[in-house]
């Protein structure tokens, strides 16, 4: 074989293995949510909405704002309030 045909074997075979992986990932719409004790949860994600006191008003929260279909995701940050630790004394 000349060095022409074991190029495009190669690149024929790097283009066959890699078209058929791609995954789609579960929800990524955010339009799938359940309630969990009184917090709402993104379906196939994690958060610490449960574990917050400070939910609804931080965390991840289900939104109507939403671009295509019926809800979206809204992220609201700030420190978590975890009681009986102080975490950022930790750190210090």
Known sequence: MDM???IFFILFLFTYTFSFSQAQI??????NWSEVNGCYE???WYSFNILSTQYPQMGT???TDAYDGNYSLRLVSSPIDIPDY???DTLR
Not at 26 to 31: A, D, R, T, V
């Open 4 to 6: 022409k045909n074991i």
């Open 26 to 31: 579960p929800n990524s719409s955010f339009e």
């Open 42 to 44: 993104l379906d196939n």
């Open 86 to 88: 102080n975490l950022y």
């Open 61 to 63: 929260l289900r939104s």
